[in-house]
C-alpha cells in the first residue's frame, strides 16, 4: 500500500498541526485520523486548544497555522476557504452560534443548503420544496415551526440556539461534523434532544468531532473514541471507557502526567 | 465663499418677485401675502454655511454655484409607467406633481378613499380652510429657523391639502408621488411643492410620499409637508427620496401631534447628490405615540443628511427612533436626532438609535444624538454606532457554505431589514425592502442580489 492509498482511506488526517491566535501558540502538534463511521470524543481542561481544534478545522481567518497539515477527503484543508470546506461536508455546530439580525433562519439555511447542492451536483429547491424539508428536519430537533422565520439566533435561549445548529447539520448533511461543546448550557431535556439528533444523522459514510469538558454528552453520544488534549496536544487517546476514567478522576492526573 | 453665498440668495429672492410680478402664474392673494412673509425670511435668515451648528457637516457649496430657476410647468407629458414602481397596487390612490406642479391627468382619489384632496394654486384659488392653515402653521413655523423652509413655502407652485375627515379610517395607502422631470440639456430647476395633512379626530391614515427624478438631470427640490394630527388620530406616513444622482434635496417635515395621537414615520433617503432632510415633530399634548425611523444609503461622493427634533412638551408620551445607515464609497452620512423633555414632561419614554453600517474606507458618518432633558421622571436612551460588517457573522455565514460576496450581501441586507420590518403595512414593507435592494444592486453591482426576507 502507497502512501496515496492510505491518505484516500482516512476521511480526515490531522498531522502535527500548530496554530497560533495574536502570537500566541495554542495547538502544539496535534495528531488525529478519523474515518467514515466513527465517532470522536476530544476532551480537555479549559484552555487546552479543544476550541481552536474545532475553529480551525473549520477555517476561523483568527487563527495562524505556523506547522503541520489537515488532509480532507484526499484535499489540503488549509487551503481551502470556510465556505469550500462547508461546500464539502465539513460542518461546525458553534459553541456560541452568532445572532445574525434581519436575516430568516429560513432564508439563512436555504442559502446554504443551495451552495452544498449545488456543489454536489444536486439540483437547487426552490422555496416550497425546502420549506417541506424543513419542516421535516425541524421534528428532529423537536423545534417549533415558528423558529422558522425568525431572524439566525437572534432572542434564542441558549438552548434554542443549540438546537438550531444541529438543524442546520440535519439540513447541510454534512461529511464531517465537529460538534464544539454543543452540551454547554443545555439542561437535560435539551441535551437529550440534542444528542438524539446527532445520532439520527449518523450514517457510515459519514464522521463526527464530538468536542466536551464532560463526559455527560457522551452518555447520549457514544464515542468510538476518545482523546485527552492538554496544553495544545493529544496525551492520551483510548476507547469510550476513559472519558469514565475522566470523569472519576478530573483532568488534573493527565495534566500532571503530560508535564511531566 | 461669503460673496457666493449673497449673490445666491438674490438669485432667488430675485426670481421670487420676478414671478410675483408676473401676475398671471401667481397663487391666491391669501397665499401670497404668507410668500412675502416667508421670503423676508429667507431673506434675513440666508443661506447657512458649515459655521451654523446645524449645517456643520452638510457643505451646500455646489448647490449654491448652481442658479436654479423656479420650474415651469412640464412641456411633455409624463408617462404613467415612470410611476408605476412606487405604486403599492395599480389603483391606489394617488396624487402625483410633476416638477411642483399638480398633475390632474396622472392623480386619481375615488370618493371611496375617504379623503378630501385641496389644491391651492393659480387654477384653484380658493379660501383656505381652518385645516389648511394650521398644517401651514407648521411649515411657518419651521421657517422662523431654517431658510430652505422658508425659500420652499415663497417658491411653491402647488398647495397640497390632504384633509381626513373625523372618525375616517383611510386603510388604503395614499399615494404623493413629487416628480422631476428637467433633463439635463435645459436649464437646471428648482420645485418647491408644499404637502399638508390633517387628520381629523380619531381618524387614521396611510401615507405614501414619494421624491424621484431624471437619474442624469441637474435640479432642485426643496420641498416642504406640514402634518397635523389631531386627538385619537393615527398618521403612518413612508416617505422614499430617490432623487436623481445629480439632483439636490432640502425637505423639511413639520409635525404637530395633539393629545392620544400616534404618528409613524419611516424614511428611506438614498437618492441626491446633496439630500438634506429636516423633521421637527411637536408633541402636543399627552398620551402620543412616536416612531420615526429610516434608513439611508449613499455612495459615491453623496451627501445624506437627517436632522431630527422630536419636542416633547406633554406628560406620558413615548417615542421611538431608530436611523440606520449603508454607508460606501467617497459618500457622506449625517445624522442629527435631538429630544427635548421639556420639564412638564414628565413620564416621558424615548429611545433613539443611530447605527451606521461603513462599507468602505473613504466614507463618512457623522452622528450626533442629542438628548436634553428637564423633566426629572422620564426613561431615556440614546446611542449611535458606526462599523463594518460582523466578521463573526460572516465568518458563520461562510462556515454554512454561503460565499464571501453572498454573505456580505445577506448581512447588509438584514441590517436594512431590520428597520424595514418596522413598516407596518406589507405592502409598503415589500416596496419599500424592492426598492433598497434596487439600490444596493446598482451600488454594489452584485447581479444576484437576494431578497429581504422578514
Redesign the interface.
Known amino acids: 500500500m502507497n502512501d496515496t492509498q492510505m491518505k484516500d482511506e482516512y476521511m480526515l488526517e490531522i498531522k502535527n498541526l500548530h496554530a497560533s491566535v495574536a502570537g500566541k501558540e495554542i495547538l502544539r502538534g496535534i495528531n488525529l485520523t478519523v474515518n467514515a463511521g466513527e465517532v470522536h470524543a476530544v476532551m480537555g481542561p479549559n484552555g487546552s486548544g479543544k476550541s481552536t481544534l474545532a475553529q480551525v478545522l ?4 483568527s487563527y495562524e497555522i505556523t506547522e503541520g497539515e489537515v488532509i480532507y477527503k484526499g484535499k489540503n484543508l488549509l487551503e481551502m ?3 469550500e ?3 464539502d461536508g465539513v ?2 455546530a ?1 459553541q456560541y ?8 433562519n ?4 436555504k ?3 443551495n ?2 447542492r449545488k ?1 454536489r451536483g444536486l439540483e437547487t429547491l426552490d422555496a416550497l420544496q425546502f420549506l417541506k424539508l424543513l419542516k421535516e428536519k425541524m421534528k428532529i430537533v423537536e423545534m417549533d415551526p415558528s423558529f422558522i ?1 425568525r ?1 439566525v439566533n437572534e432572542g434564542f435561549s441558549g438552548g434554542e440556539k443549540k438546537r438550531n445548529e444541529i438543524l ?1 447539520m440535519a439540513v ?1 448533511e454534512p461529511t464531517l461534523a465537529i460538534l464544539d461543546e454543543t452540551d454547554s448550557g443545555l439542561d437535560i431535556d435539551a441535551l437529550r434532544i440534542v444528542s438524539e439528533g446527532v445520532n439520527t444523522l449518523k450514517r457510515p459514510d459519514n464522521a463526527c468531532i464530538v468536542v466536551t469538558h464532560y463526559q455527560r454528552l457522551l452518555n447520549y453520544i457514544v464515542p468510538d473514541f476518545v482523546h485527552v488534549l492538554v496544553n495544545g496536544r493529544i496525551v492520551k487517546s483510548g476507547g469510550k471507557e476513559l472519558a469514565l476514567e475522566l470523569e472519576a478522576n478530573g483532568y488534573d492526573q493527565i495534566k500532571e502526567a503530560a508535564t511531566v | 465663499m461669503a460673496e457666493q453665498t449673497k449673490t445666491s440668495e438674490e438669485h432667488y429672492i430675485a426670481s421670487y418677485h420676478n414671478r410675483r410680478s408676473n401676475g398671471g402664474k401667481n397663487a391666491p392673494e391669501w397665499l401670497r401675502l404668507l410668500q412675502d412673509e416667508a421670503i423676508e425670511r429667507f431673506q434675513s435668515l440666508g443661506f447657512p454655511t458649515v459655521k451654523h451648528e446645524e449645517w456643520q457637516f452638510t457643505n451646500i457649496a455646489p448647490f449654491l454655484k448652481t442658479a436654479l430657476a423656479p420650474s415651469t410647468p412640464a412641456a411633455a407629458n409624463v408617462r404613467r409607467e415612470i410611476l408605476e414602481e412606487f405604486l403599492v397596487h395599480s389603483d391606489a390612490p394617488v396624487i402625483v406633481l410633476v416638477d411642483g406642479y399638480f398633475e390632474e391627468a396622472l392623480s386619481s382619489v375615488p370618493d371611496s378613499t375617504g379623503i378630501r384632496v385641496q389644491r391651492y394654486d393659480a387654477v384653484s384659488a380658493q379660501q383656505p380652510s381652518e385645516q389648511t392653515l394650521s398644517a401651514l402653521a407648521e411649515i411657518s413655523s419651521a421657517s422662523q429657523k431654517n431658510p430652505f423652509s422658508a425659500l420652499s413655502l415663497a417658491l411653491t407652485q402647488n398647495v397640497i391639502m390632504i384633509d381626513v375627515p373625523e372618525g375616517a379610517q383611510v386603510s388604503q395607502p395614499v399615494h404623493v408621488l413629487h416628480l422631476s422631470t428637467q433633463t439635463g440639456k435645459e436649464a437646471a430647476m428648482v420645485s418647491s411643492p408644499t404637502l399638508l395633512v390633517h387628520a381629523g379626530k380619531e381618524s387614521s391614515l396611510l401615507l405614501l410620499e414619494v421624491f424621484t427624478g431624471a437619474a442624469d438631470a441637474d435640479y432642485g427640490v426643496v420641498s416642504a409637508a406640514g402634518v397635523v394630527i389631531q386627538e385619537g388620530a393615527t398618521v403612518d406616513h413612508v416617505r422614499v427620496q430617490r432623487e436623481g444622482a445629480k439632483a439636490f434635496h432640502f425637505g423639511t417635515l413639520a409635525v404637530r401631534q395633539e393629545r392620544k395621537s400616534r404618528y409613524t414615520a419611516f424614511s428611506l433617503a438614498m437618492g441626491g447628490s446633496i439630500a438634506r432632510t429636516d423633521v421637527t415633530i411637536a408633541i402636543d399634548g399627552e398620551d402620543c405615540e412616536t416612531m420615526l425611523d429610516g434608513l439611508y444609503i449613499s455612495a459615491g461622493e453623496q451627501l445624506v443628511d437627517h436632522h431630527t427634533f422630536i419636542d416633547h412638551r406633554y406628560p406620558n408620551c413615548s417615542s421611538r427612533e431608530i436611523f440606520k445607515g449603508i454607508v460606501t464609497g467617497k459618500s457622506r452620512a449625517v445624522f442629527n436626532g435631538k429630544i427635548y423633555v421639556h420639564h412638564e414632561a414628565q413620564g416621558t419614554d424615548s429611545k433613539q438609535t443611530n447605527k451606521n453600517l461603513l462599507l468602505s474606507n473613504e466614507a463618512t458618518v457623522d452622528t450626533k444624538p442629542q438628548l436634553e432633558i428637564f423633566a426629572d421622571d422620564v426613561k431615556c436612551t440614546h446611542g449611535a454606532t458606526v462599523g463594518g460588517l ?4 460572516l ?10 460576496e ?2 456580505r450581501d ?2 447588509t ?6 428597520v424595514t ?1 418596522f413598516i407596518r403595512d406589507e405592502s409598503i414593507r415589500h416596496l419599500i425592502d424592492a426598492l433598497i435592494v434596487k439600490q444596493l444592486q446598482t451600488m454594489v453591482a452584485h447581479t444576484a442580489l ?1 431578497e ?3
Open positions: 473549520a477555517g476561523h481567518p476557504p470556510p465556505e470546506r462547508a461546500k460542518f461546525l458553534f452560534p452568532v445572532e445574525i439580525p434581519g436575516v430568516s429560513s432564508y439563512f439555511l442559502a446554504g443548503l451552495e452544498v456543489y422565520n431572524p442546520q447541510l | 460582523d466578521p463573526a457573522g465568518f458563520y455565514l461562510k462556515s454554512r457554505a454561503i460565499d464571501e453572498a454573505a445577506l448581512l441586507l438584514g441590517f436594512a431589514g431590520e420590518a437576494p429581504i426576507v422578514h
